[in-house]
């Protein structure tokens, strides 16, 4: 009976203590001095948006994007050895030679791609001398089991506007970020980070950017990173959604240049298939705020694993002559879109058993399995609107001059580079890699492994190669830095 009565007390204790955890803090709405005056390119000026963000020291005649999968540890031990062989990588442009990591303006990540990719943008160098020990080489996942069975992480069991992901997000915050919002993201300037998560109301990629907050009317600067990746990570039933908060009522109606723009331009072309019109409407969704009330965010890959959907909407929404004479600047010639894959792949072996029970197992093959499958689909879109992109900055750029920088005008090439687990060249290799668990913990053998392959793919591309060589008449190839 005392023990009994202890119990009670625990309990009950546990429960008064959780009552007074501090609720969620929404993102806030976009106070009237912020907008930006009636009629203008975009809703607000300045904020998180790429052309808001200081140039890195990279030169102008390239644009270089990185799109970082989904993946756990494996996707982010992967990139992290990316992010090395791009650190030691040098093209040579305007006359001097530059690392291309330096090169990079933007970086499209989910899931575990976010999680290095929030890393990188925040902590820059201490990338390569603290990643690994803050997150990589850490049990993430014993982490992951107190929030369900610790009693006091049971905010979430006791508190209807609190979710396990929420708690995610305080580990997320404590491992890697310590507090940064996307005011300091900006303050870092380029490369911008476009994490991306999944509107589960919508079934849309949703991007944490400031354009796609201007549509809800609301400030992105104060948005926590970790919330952005916990969103992005957010692994369907295992966790619950991130919400955002949808303030589209009190910008008046007001509606983007590129949106005003690729309207017109849809009603030109007539359509019904078009894809910006899909991109358009998909985003127009949330300017209704009696529709779209509130944003429910999970994992970025259950719309798109490769983080490549964000950049082709983008690429398809920025690709009107008017946007991009506003956003771009004629003297960019070379546009490169690197993809680093680390999805894993379903055990085919399951296909010779009579029955498949683990749950682990069945969650992995059907969020997964949709997710790779659609790659392939998604890889040729992506390659298809970058040389899309790329024939129409030919235009501008014909438009303006015919010759610019002492290159022809119309010199504009697209490059689509494609790393990961799917291009290692020994098959047993390969295979091992990709059934390694989507996981947050990896085997330190494991995380080695990876980080060497991701290393040596980069150093080793030959697409990178060309798209070094075709710089321009005074490229001479790579060179690396001794370790």
């Known amino acids: ?26 993102n806030v709405p976009l106070a009237p001095e912020q907008l930006a005056p009636e009629g203008a390119r975009t809703i607000t000026e300045g904020g998180y948006r790429l052309a808001s963000l200081a140039a890195n020291d990279g030169s102008s005649e390239m644009i270089v994007i990185l799109a970082l999968s989904g993946g756990g540890a494996r996707s982010a031990a992967l990139s992290l050895g990316v992010f090395k062989g791009l650190r030691d990588t040098t093209v040579r442009s305007g006359g001097r030679d530059r690392r291309l990591l330096d090169e990079i303006d933007i970086i499209s990540s989910v899931s575990g791609g976010s999680m290095i990719a929030a890393y990188y943008g925040l902590h820059r160098e201490r990338l390569f001398t603290d990643f690994e020990s803050d997150f990589l080489r850490r049990d993430i996942n014993a982490e992951v089991y107190g929030i369900y069975l610790l009693p006091w992480n049971w905010q979430w069991l006791f508190d209807p506007n609190y979710g396990t992901n929420d708690a995610m997000q305080a580990i997320y915050d404590r491992r890697m970020y310590h507090g940064a919002t996307y005011a300091d993201l900006q303050r870092r300037g380029r490369p911008m980070l476009l994490v991306n998560a999944t509107d589960i ?18 400030d992105l600067s104060r948005m926590p990173v970790a919330r952005a990746v ?3 990570a957010g692994v369907p039933v295992l966790f619950t959604p991130i919400t955002v908060a949808n303030h589209a009522d009190r910008c008046g109606g007001r509606r983007p240049a590129a949106l005003r723009e690729a309207e017109e331009g849809d009603r030109t072309n007539g359509d019904p298939l078009s894809r910006s019109r899909f991109v358009r409407t998909s985003i127009e969704q949330y300017m209704d705020g009696r529709r779209a009330r509130y944003a429910h965010l999970l994992d970025g890959g259950v719309s798109d694993n490769l983080a490549l959907r964000g950049v082709i909407n983008g690429l398809i929404i920025l690709g009107t002559p008017a946007t991009m004479r506003a956003r771009f600047s004629n003297r960019t010639r070379r546009v490169l879109l690197i993809s680093v894959d680390g999805a894993g792949q379903i055990d085919d072996s399951w296909a010779q058993r009579r029955t498949v029970t683990g749950l682990a197992q069945i969650l992995n093959a059907t969020t997964g399995t949709p997710m790779n499958q659609y790659n392939f689909e998604t890889e040729l879109l992506a390659r298809e609107e970058l040389s899309r992109f790329a024939r129409r900055l030919s235009e501008v750029r014909c438009a303006t001059a015919r010759t610019i920088d002492g290159h022809p005008c119309d010199d504009v090439r697209s490059y689509f580079v494609r790393l990961g687990l799917g291009q290692i060249v020994d098959a047993a290799q390969r295979r ?38 075709e710089l321009g008449p005074d490229a001479r190839g790579v060179r690396f830095r001794a370790n």
């Open 1 to 26: 009976m005392r023990y009994c009565r202890s119990l009670r007390s625990a309990i009950v204790g546990v429960t008064l203590a959780l009552a007074a955890c501090a609720p969620v803090a929404l």
């Open 201 to 218: 109301s919508f079934g849309t990629a949703f991007t944490f950017s400031q354009d796609q907050f201007d549509v809800l009317c609301s």
């Open 230 to 232: 916990a969103a992005s």
């Open 432 to 469: 091992r890699l990709q059934l390694t668990p989507t996981t947050l913990t990896l085997p330190k053998e494991t995380i080695d492994e990876l980080i060497a392959v991701g290393e040596d793919q980069t150093r080793n591309s030959g697409d990178l190669a060309t798209f070094r060589r």
